[in-house]
């Protein structure tokens, strides 16, 4: 009689495109795949991950091991265009890419999400430490880790910016500032993707931030026509 096996298990990169939060449409594409996307930003990503030893410092990094040219380290990509000239699925496509090279954690987030994460974040810890309640406390964690790997991973995506809440405290503002300078100080590069030109970037954020970012980040303009409508 014939046995029905169950099939044998095959390591399957679901998990790390699943942790690493990126749009289920955009599991397992790189660079390779971005088959019509202009010529000067397939270098401009090409080159970004031919140099990545010399961008990210690993964590425990010492002094023999910073590359001899120091200018790339923490440097990471500024994406910028109109609707759907391809930003996000760049921008993923060198996380996919850097990931299967160096094996190294990569990480998506709107930044929207980011900065309401911080803000669950400071209620849920607040309301756990007047009350005590359990579920607070767990919500609280899980926020926790999310806000500690887009500290911490050696690259990130936060797409989308300019697009979250802004309010009267500049609150969204100073969050940005700190990520992109304490990532940057850190041997940590960040792509950041924004329908906003660099040039407005004072008026989104603020005028410190808008020089800071050129330092941070290499401006990669995205032309071309709405890929949604091609
Ligand atoms: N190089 C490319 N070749 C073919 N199709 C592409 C390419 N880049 C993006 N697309 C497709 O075009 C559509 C829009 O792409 P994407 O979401 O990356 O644009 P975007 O610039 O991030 O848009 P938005 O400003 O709305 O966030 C998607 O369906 C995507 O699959
Ligand atoms: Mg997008």
Redesign the pocket.
Known sequence: MQTIQAPAPTRDESLIWRTARIPVKHWGKGVED????HPNVRQSVVDFVETWLQRHIPHGAVMSDLPEDRSRIGQGLLLF?N????????AVAVLTTIRRRHGHMVFFVPFADYVQALIDHRNWRDLYQATGDELARERFLALQKLLDKVLTAPVVVLD?MGKEHHTSSGFAADVFDALIRGRHRNGLPTIL?S?NKPGDWDKVYNASMQSFLTEACEVVP?AGTD??RA
């Open positions: 971005l088959d019509r996307a265009g609707p759907g000239t391809g930003k996000t699925t760049t989308d993707t329908n995205m890929h949604r």
